[in-house]
C-alpha cells in the first residue's frame, strides 16, 4: 500500500483527550466523531486537512486513554498515516488492531516540516520526504503483526477462522 | 531461568516455561472488561467476528460507570447496547444503575481479580488491578471483541522497571504521592510499552486502597502495566470476596530488570501535579498561590473508603470556601453505604459537599461538573490534560484526598497541615 499526502506536523504526548474529547463520546459513530478529530489541539484540523495527508508527531503519540475512538477518528477523517518518534502502548495496539497504518521513525520526525510532500511505503516501512528529497526507514514490525496487517486488522484475522468453530489467535 | 511476576504470568498463560522481553505471546486471559464508552464499540466488532457465544459468560465484566446515570439520548443508547448483549449473552458480571460502581474500585470489591490472573479491559486504568498481583493492562476496543470471542489476547513481553521504596509516611503523605513523584521524576512516558513493579517496606506498610491508587497511574508513566507482590494484605483482602483458587508469583531474586530505582519516602510532601500532564509535579511547598474554583475528590484513583474517611476527617467541623464547589463521588454503592454508616457522608455534606451517585461523570469532564472557560480545579483523579474536565482553556491539579479536602476549605491550593 502507497501512501502520499502533506504532513501535519504537532509535538509530543499528543493525548487521546485531544484526538477526540470525552464529551463527543456519548456515541461511537466514526462520522459523528470525526468532526472533533484534534479539536482540542488544533481546531480547524478538519476543516483544513485533505484525505490521505499525514499526522507527524514526536514522542509518546495518543497517550491516555484506552480509547479506538482517537485513532477510529483519525482514520475516519481520511488521515492515511501516523508518523511519530513513539507511539503510546494502547494507540499503538489500537491503531493496529483497526487497520490505521502508523510508523515509528524519529528521524523522520525530526526532519519533515510542517506541509512537506510525504509519500509511505507501507510493507516496506519507507518514507520519502518529497519536499525535500530525503529518504527514512521506519522500525520494522514483528511477524505477528504483519500478519494482522495483512488480514487488515485483528477483527478480520479472527474472521477468517470463524467458519471453523472456535476462533484463537 | 529467572524471571520477573509479569514474565512468569505471560508464561503460565501462554503455556510456556518461560518467556523474555520483546517476545509476542498469545495468552489466555482470565478476565475481560468494558464500559459504556468501550464496549459498544467492542461487541460492533465482536458480532462482525461471526461466533454466536462469547468464550465465557462468567469471564466478562460489563460496568457502564462513564456518562451513567445516562446523562443524554446518546450516552442512554450506548448503554442499552450493553445491556442487551449482556442479557442475549446471559453475562454474570453486568452491573447495572444501583449495582454498578466505578469499574476499577467495583472489580477489586467483587472478588473479581485475583493473583496471578491476566485481565485485560477496554479502558485504560484496567492497571489498577496490578495491586493484587495480576497482570492487568488496558486495550482498545478490537482487542477486547477478540478476547470476548477467542478468551486470548497478544502481548509483547515488557520489559520490567523496580521502584523500591524505603521509609515512614510523613502526615498526609501516601500512595497518590508516591506515584506522582515517580511520573514527576520518570515522565509520562518513562515507562512506555513497560511493565512497572513496585515494592519496599513502604508498599508493604500500604493497605490495598493506597496500593491501588499507585497501580491506577502506572499508565500514566505510559507503562503497561503496574503490580505489587500479593502478600498477607492481598490474602485478608480477597478473603470473603472470592473463593476461587489463585497462584502468587513473585519475582525471582536474580530476574534482570530494566532499571532499578530507590526511593526514601521518609521526606516527602504531597506532591501535586500542574497542568496539562501528569508529570508536572510539585511539593507543595513549590506550589505557590494558585485559587480554585472546584475540588474534586473520588474517581479510581482515591474514590475508596480510605479515600473519602481522610477527606472527611480534614473537613469535619470545616466548610468549604464560599468560592468553591466541592463535589464527592464515592467509588462503589458498597462504598456509599459503608461512608454513610460511619457518618462519612454526612460530614461532607456538612462541609458543603455535593456527594453523588458512584460515576466516572466529573472525571473526564463528561457531566456533573463540567469545567467552564478558565476555571481551575484540584482534583483526586489521574489526568490533567488539555480538556479534561471540561473546557480546553480549564485546568486541572491532581492531588490525594487530604490536599484536594484542604484546598476547597482554603480556596486555594494548600497543605492540609496549614488547615487542621
Ligand atoms: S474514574 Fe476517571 S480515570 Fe477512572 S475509569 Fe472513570 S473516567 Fe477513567
Redesign the pocket.
Known amino acids: 500500500m502507497n501512501i502520499k499526502g502533506k504532513a501535519w506536523k504537532y509535538g509530543n504526548d499528543i493525548d487521546t483527550d485531544v484526538i477526540i474529547p470525552?464529551r463527543y463520546l456519548n456515541t461511537s459513530d466514526p462520522e459523528e466523531l470525526t468532526r472533533h478529530c484534534l479539536e482540542d489541539l488544533d481546531s480547524n484540523f478538519v476543516d483544513k486537512m485533505s484525505k490521505g495527508d499525514l499526522i507527524v508527531a514526536g514522542e509518546n503519540f495518543g497517550c491516555g486513554?484506552s480509547r479506538e475512538h482517537a485513532p477510529l477518528a483519525i482514520k475516519a477523517a481520511g488521515v492515511s498515516a501516523v508518523i511519530a518518534s513513539s507511539f503510546a502502548r494502547i494507540f499503538y495496539r489500537n491503531a493496529l488492531n483497526i487497520g490505521l497504518p502508523i510508523l515509528e521513525c524519529p528521524e523522520a520526525v525530526e526532519n519533515i516540516s510542517q506541509g512537506d510532500e510525504v509519500q509511505v511505503e507501507i510493507a516496506a516501512g519507507l518514507i520519502t520526504n518529497l519536499s525535500k528529497n530525503q529518504e527514512y526507514q521506519a522500525v520494522a514490525f514483528p511477524d505477528f503483526m504483519q500478519k494482522l496487517i495483512q488480514a487488515g486488522g485483528l477483527i478480520n484475522y479472527l474472521r477468517e477462522q470463524a467458519g471453523e468453530g472456535n476462533v484463537s489467535l | 531461568m529467572a524471571m520477573t511476576m509479569v514474565e512468569k504470568i505471560l508464561a503460565a498463560h501462554s503455556g510456556r516455561n518461560s518467556v523474555k522481553p520483546g517476545e509476542i505471546v498469545t495468552a489466555e486471559v482470565d478476565l475481560v472488561l468494558g464500559?459504556d464508552i468501550t464496549a459498544p464499540v467492542a461487541i460492533r466488532e465482536f458480532e462482525k467476528i461471526g461466533v454466536d457465544k462469547v468464550f465465557d459468560a462468567d469471564k466478562i465484566a460489563l460496568v457502564p460507570?462513564?456518562f451513567t446515570p445516562n446523562k443524554d439520548i446518546n450516552s442512554a443508547e450506548q448503554s442499552r447496547v450493553l445491556r442487551d448483549f449482556a442479557r442475549e449473552q446471559q453475562l454474570e458480571n453486568y452491573f447495572e444503575i444501583g449495582e454498578m460502581g466505578?469499574?476499577?474500585?467495583l472489580l477489586p470489591e467483587q472478588g473479581l481479580v485475583r493473583p496471578g490472573e491476566i485481565i485485560i479491559g477496554a479502558?485504560?486504568?484496567t492497571c489498577?488491578y496490578g495491586a493484587l498481583g495480576a497482570l492487568a493492562t488496558g486495550v482498545g476496543s478490537t482487542d477486547m471483541a477478540a478476547a470476548m470471542a477467542s478468551g486470548q489476547a497478544w502481548f509483547k513481553v515488557p520489559e520490567t522497571m523496580k521502584f523500591v521504596f524505603q521509609g515512614e509516611l510523613p502526615d498526609w503523605v501516601g500512595g497518590k504521592d508516591l506515584i506522582l513523584q515517580v511520573i514527576g521524576d520518570i515522565g509520562v512516558d518513562g515507562a512506555l510499552y513497560r511493565s512497572m513493579e513496585f515494592t519496599g517496606e513502604t508498599i508493604a506498610s500500604l493497605s490495598l486502597a493506597g496500593r491501588m491508587t499507585i497501580a491506577?497511574m502506572a499508565i500514566e508513566a505510559g507503562g503497561k502495566c503496574g503490580l505489587i507482590a500479593p502478600d498477607q494484605k492481598t490474602r485478608e483482602y480477597l478473603e470473603g470476596r472470592t473463593t476461587a483458587e489463585y497462584t502468587e508469583y513473585f519475582s525471582d531474586p536474580g530476574a534482570d530488570y530494566f532499571e532499578v530505582r530507590e526511593y526514601d519516602v521518609s521526606q516527602l510532601e504531597p506532591q501535586v501535579a500542574f497542568p496539562h500532564l501528569p508529570e508536572n509535579t510539585r511539593g507543595i511547598s513549590e506550589v505557590g498561590e494558585i485559587a480554585i474554583d472546584q475540588a474534586v475528590i473520588?474517581?479510581?484513583?482515591n474514590?475508596r473508603l480510605e479515600d473519602l474517611r481522610l477527606a472527611a476527617e480534614i473537613l469535619d467541623g470545616r466548610k468549604r470556601h464560599s468560592e468553591v464547589r466541592l463535589l464527592v463521588?464515592p467509588?462503589t454503592q458498597q462504598i456509599y453505604r459503608q461512608a454513610l454508616a460511619e457518618g462519612i457522608i454526612d460530614t461532607l455534606i456538612a462541609a458543603g459537599a455535593a456527594v453523588s451517585t458512584p460515576?466516572?461523570?466529573p472525571?473526564?469532564g463528561?457531566h456533573m461538573g463540567v469545567l467552564a472557560a478558565g476555571e481551575r480545579a484540584i482534583a483526586t483523579?489521574?489526568?490533567n490534560f488539555v480538556g479534561r474536565m471540561g473546557h480546553p482553556e480549564s485546568e486541572v491539579y491532581l492531588a490525594n484526598p487530604a490536599v484536594a479536602a484542604a484546598s476547597a476549605v482554603a480556596g486555594r491550593i494548600i497543605s492540609p497541615g496549614e488547615v487542621v
Open positions: 470525552a486513554s | 464500559n460507570d462513564h466505578i469499574e476499577h474500585c479502558d485504560s486504568h489498577t491506577n473520588g474517581s479510581c484513583t474514590g463521588f467509588g460515576t466516572c461523570g472525571c473526564l463528561g483523579t489521574n489526568r
